[in-house]
Nanobody
Framework: QLVESGGGEVQAGGSLRLACLASAYPAESKCMAWFRQSPGKGREGVAALVTGGRSTHYVDAVKGRLTISQDNAKNTLYLQMDSLKPNDTAVYYC????????????????WGQGTQVTVS
């Protein structure tokens, strides 16, 4: 089970930190990722992390502003979001797959329920 938290409303230029508590997922899982979906748009990958923090991946639109990380002791995945823009407004989802990271949402097996981020 994946449970996201930390969403909310913030002004442009502000910051939020999203958290995803991963209470149960395959020990051999290799990729944890954040996706987002805006109204009328498809779900897009934002950032991904290879389990153990060996490498991270970001979509160009968020590079330098969003940072993905994990705390193994807390079984938690984070997304630090800085310098937020109105077009970052979306529902943000965390996802896990038991393989290498992929930008394709259909490649992910486990999903959280999402948390709303609104930038005004």
């Amino acid at each position: 089970q994946l449970v996201e938290s930390g969403g909310g409303e913030v002004q442009a230029g502000g910051s939020l930190r999203l958290a995803c508590l991963a209470s149960a997922y395959p020990a051999e899982s290799k990729c944890m990722a954040w996706f987002r979906q805006s109204p009328g748009k498809g779900r897009e990958g934002v950032a991904a992390l290879v389990t153990g923090g060996r490498s991270t991946h970001y979509v160009d639109a968020v590079k330098g502003r969003l940072t993905i990380s994990q705390d193994n002791a807390k079984n938690t995945l984070y997304l630090q979001m800085d310098s937020l823009k109105p077009n970052d407004t979306a529902v943000y989802y965390c996802a896990v797959r038991d393989a290498f990271c992929s930008p394709n949402k259909d490649a992910y097996t486990y999903w959280g329920q999402g948390t709303q981020v609104t930038v005004s």
